[in-house]
C-alpha cells in the first residue's frame, strides 16, 4: 500500500476551498437535513488541527438541534500525555446527564473516539469517522507519518492508537474518500460488522468537515434512535456521490 499521491496532496487545500464553498452555498438547505432527538455530540479534530477547524460542522449540528462541543485540549498533536488524561474527563463530563455522547472523529480524532468506544462503550451512543485511518499499514502510507514520528517525544509511551477497524459495541460510520491526499483510503476502511459500515463520499480529506454528502451522513447518523441503527441509505440526490464500499480485507 503506497502513500497517496503527491498531487493528492498538494491540492487538498484547493479542493478542500471548493467543498467549503459548497458548504457555505447549501445553508439554505440546512433544514432538509435528518434532524433526530436532542442529545450531546463531541466533535474532535484531526491531526495539528483545533477546535477552530470543527466550528463549521459543529454550527451546523448545533442548528439542528444538538448539544455539541470541540473538545477543549488545544492543538491536536498527537496522543500527548495531556490528551490521554483529559480527554476520557471530558467524555465523562458530557455523559454526566446519564445520555450516552455521539462522537464525530475527524482523521486522528476518529481514532481517539474509537479508543473512548471501546474502553466506555456505556458513554458513547454512536460514531462517525471522517477520513481516520485504523490500520497499521497508514505508518507507510500516510503523507502526515514523518510529522507525527517527529512529535512522538512527546507522546504517551506504549499509547495505544490503531485497532485495524475491529467491530466496537457502538455503532460506527466511517467515512472516506478515495482522493484523499493525507492517508490512503483503505486504510480507513473498518471491518464488516452489523453495526459497522464504510461510506465513500468525493472530496478531500481536509474538506470532510464541511464536504455537503459528509453533512448529510453525520446528520443521518446522529437522526438514527438508540436501539434502532440502521446501515445508511442515500437518498436520490447523494447517490452519485456517497456510496457504501465493502467489508475490509484481512
Not at 498533536?77 to 455522547?101: E, H, K, S
Not at 486522528?108 to 458513547?124: C, F, H, P, S
Not at 512529535?151 to 482522493?179: E, I, K, Q
Request: aromatic content about 6%.
Amino acid at each position: 500500500m503506497k502513500k497517496p499521491s503527491l498531487l493528492s496532496a498538494v491540492t487538498e487545500p484547493i479542493r478542500a476551498s471548493g467543498e467549503f464553498v459548497t458548504s457555505v452555498g447549501l445553508l439554505p438547505f440546512r433544514s432538509r437535513l435528518p434532524i433526530g432527538d436532542p442529545h450531546t455530540v463531541l466533535v474532535l479534530p484531526g491531526f495539528m488541527a483545533t477546535d477552530r477547524s470543527t466550528v463549521p460542522l459543529r454550527r451546523l449540528l448545533s442548528s439542528l438541534g444538538y448539544d455539541t462541543h470541540g473538545w477543549g485540549l488545544g492543538r491536536n498533536v498527537g496522543p500527548t500525555q495531556r490528551v490521554t488524561r483529559d480527554m476520557p474527563l471530558v467524555l465523562d463530563r458530557l455523559a454526566a446527564a446519564g445520555q450516552p455522547v455521539s462522537i464525530i472523529g475527524w482523521s486522528l480524532g476518529g481514532i481517539y473516539a474509537r479508543q473512548m468506544a471501546a474502553r466506555t462503550a456505556d458513554q458513547v451512543r454512536v460514531i462517525v469517522t471522517l477520513g481516520t485511518p485504523v490500520r497499521k499499514e497508514v505508518r507507510q502510507a500516510s503523507n502526515a507519518q514523518g510529522l507525527f514520528d517527529r512529535l512522538s517525544a512527546f507522546h504517551t509511551p506504549g499509547h495505544p492508537l490503531l485497532d485495524d477497524g475491529d467491530p466496537l459495541d457502538v455503532p460506527v460510520t466511517a467515512v472516506h474518500t478515495r482522493a484523499d491526499g493525507v492517508v490512503h483510503w483503505e486504510t480507513c476502511l473498518v471491518r464488516d460488522a452489523p453495526n459497522a459500515e464504510n461510506l465513500r463520499v468525493t472530496g478531500s480529506h481536509t474538506g470532510l468537515g464541511f464536504n455537503p454528502a459528509v453533512a448529510y451522513i453525520i446528520a443521518d447518523r446522529l437522526a438514527q434512535p438508540i436501539g434502532g441503527w440502521a446501515r445508511f441509505e442515500a437518498p436520490a440526490p447523494y447517490q452519485r456521490v456517497i456510496s457504501h464500499v465493502g467489508r475490509l480485507s484481512a
